[in-house]
């Protein structure tokens, strides 16, 4: 047997392995999964010709290092320095005032990843095609707050073109793919801008205290249909967990798309001062008529703060909405639109450019 053939043969029984495990792996089912790369593509060559699986990596990366930047790679079939993405984060020297890329290749990384390093960028190859998966639950991690698959606990923590099954605490996300059910993004302590995501879920998919605007995002319900003629409510995009008027909290969606299945709530308030905005999204008839929902508690309507501004759709319509809901004006919606409802200015830019 050839070395071409010995490798491709080890490959099809990884991936075999990998399939055969999809069941003791606690990721998103068959109609989620069709938005990822087909792994039995990655031994085929551009050409079209059967080579080593290695044949279409990028050649001459990762780059050299730079005064500022320093560079890392992934590669599931071990065609660059590392496997595993875990790796390659305890691979960073600390303390380091540069930033590091860690640059993840296409598939599903089957593993979780805790960041404590500071100045870390986590660049896959689009969120169709690479994904850290992993299968705690709060029963297993002893608790919702620490069984995301990619925790972080660090300032300045980028990601671009990847998907998280499962997610706590990001804080500057670009173009990523979040593909859950119940409390799908845990979004808590901290600033975070989110630009170009699909976020899936259905009951509170995303949940927490962060301070956090949402540009240009998919947020998809995917709770079961409702019969036509019912009521029930099945489902919600957020559950903001804002505990006082002393917090300054909330979470801000602008130009963003809600759609999917289900009869589902923009928010509910998990705790009493509770503060979201929706402004210049469009909004498909899945949103209840009320829209919002004050956690069967009436004595929050006078503390949470959910506001609506220039939206549009079938769920956009305001003449049923709650009493509490706010429809904002230009000057009360100005504070929500941008990168300085998260005071960007002094933080965004240096970590995006």
Not at 117 to 125: L, M, V
Not at 149 to 170: C, G, L, Y
Not at 220 to 230: A, F, N
């Amino acid at each position: 047997m050839s070395p071409k053939t010995t490798i491709l043969t080890y490959f099809v029984a990884t991936v075999a392995i990998l399939l055969a495990s999809r069941n003791l792996i606690d990721i998103p089912n068959s109609s989620s999964l069709k938005y990822f790369v087909n792994l039995s593509d990655l031994n085929t060559s551009s050409s079209g010709k059967i080579g080593s699986i290695c044949d279409d990596f990028p050649p001459g990366f990762p780059p050299p290092d730079t005064n500022t930047t320093s560079y890392l790679c992934v590669d599931p079939n071990g065609c660059c320095k590392f496997t595993l993405v875990q790796a390659a984060v305890d691979a960073v020297p600390t303390p380091s005032s540069k930033r590091t890329i860690i640059w993840i290749n296409k598939g599903i990384y089957y593993h979780g990843s805790k960041q404590t390093k500071p100045n870390i960028t986590f660049q896959g190859q689009g969120y169709e095609m690479t994904a850290i998966s992993w299968n705690d639950t709060a029963n297993s991690a002893h608790g919702t707050f620490y069984s995301g698959s990619v925790q972080v606990f660090a300032d300045n923590f980028v990601a671009k073109n990847i998907s998280f099954m499962n997610i706590r605490r990001p804080s500057c996300i670009f173009g990523l793919g979040f593909f859950g059910a119940q409390d799908t993004l845990h979004d808590d302590r901290g600033r975070h801008y989110f630009k170009d995501c699909y976020i899936q879920g259905s009951v509170d998919f995303i949940f927490g205290n962060g301070r956090s605007l949402y540009a240009n995002c998919q947020l998809i319900s995917m709770s079961s249909p409702v019969p036509l003629g019912t009521k029930s409510i099945n489902g919600a995009v957020t559950a903001h967990g804002r505990a006082s008027m002393d917090e300054n909290t909330g979470y801000a969606f602008v130009n963003c798309f809600i759609g999917g299945t289900g009869r589902v709530w923009l928010g509910r308030a998990w705790r009493p001062f509770s503060r979201v905005v929706f402004a210049s999204t469009t909004m498909t008839d899945i949103i209840a008529p009320e829209g919002w929902n004050d956690f069967n508690d009436p004595t929050r309507d006078q503390t949470i703060f959910y506001g609506e501004y220039n939206n549009s759709g079938a769920g956009a319509n305001m003449s049923l909405r709650a009493p509490y809901v706010q429809k904002l004006n230009d000057t009360q919606a100005s504070l929500f639109l941008n990168v300085s409802s998260i005071d960007g200015g002094d933080w965004l830019q240096s970590v995006i450019n």
